[in-house]
C-alpha cells in the first residue's frame, strides 16, 4: 500500500519511527479487507539474547507511536519504563492519522485518499496488526505490556486472545467494553464533526471546525466540573469571554492542527466497538482466560471510564490487583499521574 499522507511533523522527526509493510489482504470485522498495511511504530533499546525484555505501550485515541512524546515520565531514560534497560515497541493504531493505515492513506483502487471510504476498524482488528508486527520484529514473548484507556483496550483484547504472550500486564482507566455513557459522548462528536458540511472532503483540511467542536465536548468527559473550577473560573464581574470558553476553543483549534477529522471519526466509532466478549460466551468468561499477572489502575475522579469498570475486569481476572490513584484531572490522569503510576508499578513487578 502506498505511503500514508499528512504524517505528524513531530512523528517524521522521531528518529526511532519505522514503517513495517504488510503486502497481504488484511481482513476487518467488518467483512471488508484492505489490500495490505503500512504499520508505524516505535522501538527503543535492544532485545536481549534471551527476547525476555519486551515492553509493548499502547496508546489511547489520538496519541502516536512515540511514547517519549505523549508519557514523559514513565517512559524515557531514569524512567522507569527505561530504553536501557527494556526492549520498548509501541505501534500506531489501524486507522490513525500517524502512519499507519487509515483514512488519509491511498486507496490504490482509485489513486486517491480514502478519506470517508476508508472500511470501518475495531479494535480487534487494532490488536490483529499488532500481531503481525510482534511477529516481523521476532517477539515471542512480552515481558510487560501497559497501556490506558483506548491503549488498555487494546491490551485487554490481546492479552484474552492469546493469553501466552503476556507475562504482566497493566491496564489504566478503560473497560472490558465500551460503556452506552462512553458512545454517547462519542458520539456527540461525531454528530459535531457530520455538522460540518466540509467533513468528507478529500483534503488535509477537511472538517477541521467540526472536529474542533468534537474535541470540545471530549474535554467535558476527560477532566471534570473540579478541573474546571479551578482552573477557568472568572473572578470578575464579565459577561462575556469568559476563560473556559477560550479554553474550549484552544482545545479544539490544538487537536485540529495535528489530526485527522477522518481518523477521529473512525476512531471513535473503533472505541465504540470495543467488547472483548464479542464471539465468546460472555465479558466475564473472556476475562477469566486472561492468565498474565495483573494489575488494574483505575482513577477516582474519572468521569468517562468511572473506577466500578475496572473494579469489574480485577474482579474477572484471577489473581488481579486493583489500585485506585486520586487525581485533579479525572481521565487525563493516566497520562499525567507518572508518578504514582511509577510507584504502584514498581509494586506490582516485585
Known amino acids: 500500500m502506498p505511503s500514508t499522507q499528512f504524517i505528524d511533523e513531530q512523528d517524521i ?6 514503517t513495517y509493510t504488510y503486502d497481504q489482504e488484511f481482513s476487518l470485522e467488518c467483512g471488508e479487507t484492505l489490500p495490505g498495511l503500512e504499520i508505524s511504530y516505535t522501538t527503543y533499546g535492544k532485545l536481549s539474547p534471551a527476547k525476555d525484555n519486551v515492553i509493548w505501550i499502547f496508546h489511547a485515541l489520538t496519541a502516536n507511536a512515540d511514547p517519549m512524546e505523549w508519557w514523559p515520565g514513565l517512559v524515557g531514560k531514569g524512567d522507569f519504563i527505561d530504553p536501557d534497560k527494556y526492549f520498548i515497541v ?5 486507522g490513525s492519522c500517524y502512519g499507519t493505515s487509515g483514512p488519509a492513506s491511498i486507496d490504490p483502487a482509485t489513486g486517491k485518499i480514502y478519506g470517508f471510504d476508508f472500511p470501518l476498524v475495531t479494535v480487534k482488528d ?8 510482534k511477529t516481523h ?6 515481558y510487560f505490556g501497559i497501556g490506558g484507556s483506548m491503549g488498555g483496550q487494546q491490551l485487554l483484547e490481546w492479552s484474552c486472545s492469546e493469553p501466552d504472550l503476556f507475562e504482566n500486564i497493566c491496564v489504566i482507566a478503560t473497560n472490558a467494553r465500551h460503556s452506552a455513557w462512553g458512545i454517547g459522548f462519542n ?7 457530520e455538522a460540518d458540511p466540509t467533513y468528507k472532503d478529500k483534503t488535509p483540511d477537511a472538517g477541521k471546525k467540526g472536529l474542533q467542536a468534537a474535541r470540545a465536548v471530549a474535554m467535558l468527559s476527560y477532566r471534570n466540573q473540579t478541573t474546571y473550577r479551578k482552573t477557568q473560573t472568572d473572578f470578575d464581574d464579565r459577561v462575556d469571554d469568559f476563560k473556559a470558553a477560550s479554553y474550549q476553543y484552544y482545545q479544539g483549534q490544538k487537536l485540529s492542527d495535528r489530526f485527522s477529522t477522518a481518523s477521529y471519526w473512525y476512531l471513535s466509532k473503533a472505541m465504540d466497538s470495543h ?3 464479542r464471539g465468546k460466551k460472555s465479558v466475564p468468561h473472556a476475562l477469566k482466560a486472561i492468565t498474565a499477572r495483573t494489575l488494574v489502575v483505575g482513577i477516582q475522579s474519572d468521569l468517562l471510564f468511572p473506577a466500578a469498570e475496572q473494579k469489574f475486569i480485577a474482579k474477572n481476572i484471577k489473581d488481579a490487583q486493583f489500585i485506585i490513584i486520586d487525581s485533579f484531572y479525572g481521565h487525563d490522569g493516566f497520562l499525567i499521574e507518572t508518578e504514582a503510576l511509577t510507584k504502584e508499578i514498581k509494586n506490582f513487578l516485585k
Not at 13 to 18: D, F, G, H
Not at 126 to 133: F, N, P, T
Not at 187 to 193: D, E, G, N, S
Open 126 to 133: 487494532m490488536v490483529e496488526s499488532h500481531k503481525l508486527l
Open 137 to 142: 520484529l521476532g517477539i515471542e514473548k512480552i
Open 187 to 193: 458520539t456527540a462528536q461525531r454528530m459535531a464533526i
Open 13 to 18: 522527526k522521531t528518529p526511532n519511527l519505522n
Open 275 to 277: 467488547n472483548i466478549g
Open 90 to 94: 509501541c505501534a500506531n493504531i489501524l
